[in-house]
């Protein structure tokens, strides 16, 4: 993604801003919001048109600054426990303290807005929003006000909510905030994902489960600094999960190695359940169906591979008895909701698709993903099955319930999947997904970084310099590099993964 020169230029006028009134940016910088992001949450206003701004959580008021500059014509009403900022650095261990931290937050962004001239479209308010919940805990408390300000001041073109990020908290906030907003307009999250993002990932999650009409859209996973999300009743609104065709989405997710996904998921159930008949029930699922070697008269399986994630909320349960119509089991491919390139805007939860094949008769089993888990290892070269996306990493094995193969499935141990049980599956997966683009990224900067080393090695060595009169840093930085390399993972003082032929 290309940088918008407007909002890059407004978050450098607000960090400048700060520092005018005794704030640097290594202390403001802390929980500010990154270039990435502000991108990403300018660009998801001016999509929605939006005049009339909720903001939960202002903290020092850069986001809310931000939108000001950014839509010239936009008032920004932000709510926030406003406690000094010596509580706020204390609750979430902040490093630098340069700072009068004796000052309220709310004081320091309504300086700051003073500065940027925008104070008279900033409107802060200070309280809690749906929770008298704080990071501080019972150090501070405050008093929930966002129903107050809703009745006062709404319906609003949009909400920012950047707030308490626990999970109980987010969906409150989502519920109240939903409440309080104009038809179709958007709910913008910050930290939806990384490792700040599994409770704000979770609670979005059961959001979707109450209120189906919603659909979430979100950066890849590869892009590590970009974790603003849109949810929003306006499919325009989500345009990243827009119906890109699947076999686009399936290529992005094994960069090349799709082939062998219908391979080896015919292998998983092959070596788990008993010889089957096999049918395709959609247009991508014929592949995956003829990977398997059909038995005739064997227990019915059908596969659709595509059929849930293009299917609507309201044609859900439809769709799944017509699916389920005269068989035993069905293969669903499931990509968790929101991902560019990845999900659609039909992907939803895990633990609604659970449930809806649970009203159809159906038991679901997670004994196919687990299976590829071998085939698609994060590290090293020529890997089968390489994985970039949430792109199917979902999809369940769904048994009828009191037929021959669910017998079978109880004999196997299978582990009945719950709506509860989803849960958590698409909580691991997506932050998996997290986990293995920060790997990948890591890796690439050591080879990249060993490269570097090598070239410099090799233009000394060209110029025919004694070995012994390198300098100091090209030596040490070698020797770093190679201790990085003998490791799969070195982290701080925390070492992983230490390969079988290196030295310790």
Known sequence: MLADPVATDALRRVLDAFESVGYPRDVVGQWAIPAMDANDLIEALHRAQSQKILEVGTFVGTSALLMLLCCPHAEVHSIDPNF????????????????????????????????????DRLHLHEGGFSTDATFAGRVATTKSIGAEIIARYGPFDAAFIDGLHFEQAVRSDLRLAASGLRPSAPIILHDCIGYWGSSVRRAIGRFLEETPQYSLSHAPYADLYRSVATLSCDPNSCSRVAMRPFQERLSKAC??????????????????????????????????AAAFASSAGAPRLVVAIDTLDQTSHDELDRTIQRLAFNTDAIVLGLTPPGEECAASMHSRPLA????????????????????????????????????????????????????????????NGFDRVSPTDA??????????????????????????????????????????????????????????????????????????????????
């Open 84 to 119: 000094p900022l010596s509580v706020e650095f204390d609750a979430m261990n902040c490093n630098h303290r340069a700072a009068d931290l004796a000052r309220k937050t709310q004081d320091i962004a309504a300086a700051a807005a003073e500065l940027l001239g925008v104070r």
């Open 255 to 288: 960069e090349g190695n799709e082939a062998r996904l219908p391979e080896l998921i015919a292998r998983a159930l092959s070596t788990q359940l008993p010889p089957l008949c096999v049918e395709s029930r959609d247009a991508e699922s014929g592949v995956f």
């Open 352 to 411: 609604s698709s659970v449930a809806g094949l649970d009203r159809a008769g159906f038991d679901s089993f997670d004994v196919i993903v687990p299976f590829l888990e071998p085939f698609t290892y994060a590290l090293g070269h020529g890997c089968v099955l390489p994985v970039r996306t949430s792109f199917l990493s979902t999809t369940m094995l769904a048994i009828r319930r009191g037929s021959a193969l669910a017998a079978v499935a109880a004999e």
């Open 423 to 504: 849960r958590r599956i698409d909580a691991t997966r997506t932050q998996r997904m997290h986990d293995l683009s920060s790997l990948a990224r890591f890796r690439a900067n050591c080879e990249s970084l060993s490269q570097s080393a090598a070239n410099a090695n090799a233009a000394a060595q060209s110029i025919a310099q004694p070995s012994d009169a390198r300098s100091a840093h090209t030596v040490s930085l070698e020797s770093r590099l190679q201790h990085m390399l003998d490791w799969r993972i070195h982290i701080g003082r925390h070492h992983f993964w230490r390969r079988r032929d290196a030295k310790i």
